[in-house]
């Protein structure tokens, strides 16, 4: 069984930067790790992929640039970096992990195990 735990969320300003951590227990060196977000009255969004084979990393248009991923060197921890934040960043932010499959990384339905989330509140 595969654990998520989600941290490193808060409260800051448009412009300003947070750094979320994804704690994994279990088996999960061989899963592609993802991060969504979902703000109040919308569909959980796609925000960035891991690959766990060749490290490649995707990311959603609306965070390129801005955004960051990365695993840490013991493999069960990983992180989303992100800068310059928007009021549209908003959200809960949550970790996935999910075995290699046909279906997009962009979508929910290809993650088997999720966090719990974490408040990422952007506003002046």
């Known amino acids: 069984q595969v654990q998520l735990v989600e941290s490193g969320g808060g409260f800051v300003q448009p412009g300003d930067s947070l750094r979320l951590s994804c704690v994994a227990s279990g088996r999960t060196f061989r899963h592609k790790m993802g991060w969504f977000r979902q703000a109040p009255g919308k569909e959980r969004e796609f925000v960035s992929a891991l690959w766990p084979d060749n490290g490649t990393i995707v990311f959603a248009d609306s965070v390129k640039g801005r955004f960051t991923m990365s695993r840490g060197d013991a493999g069960n921890t990983i992180y989303l970096q992100m800068n310059s934040l928007q009021p549209e960043d908003t959200g809960v932010y949550y970790c996935?992990?999910?075995?290699?499959?046909?279906?997009?990384?962009?979508?929910?339905?290809?993650?088997?195990?999720w966090g719990q989330g974490t408040q990422v509140t952007v506003s002046s």
């Open positions: 996935a992990a999910g075995p290699i499959s046909t279906v997009s990384v962009r979508t929910p339905r290809a993650y088997s195990y």
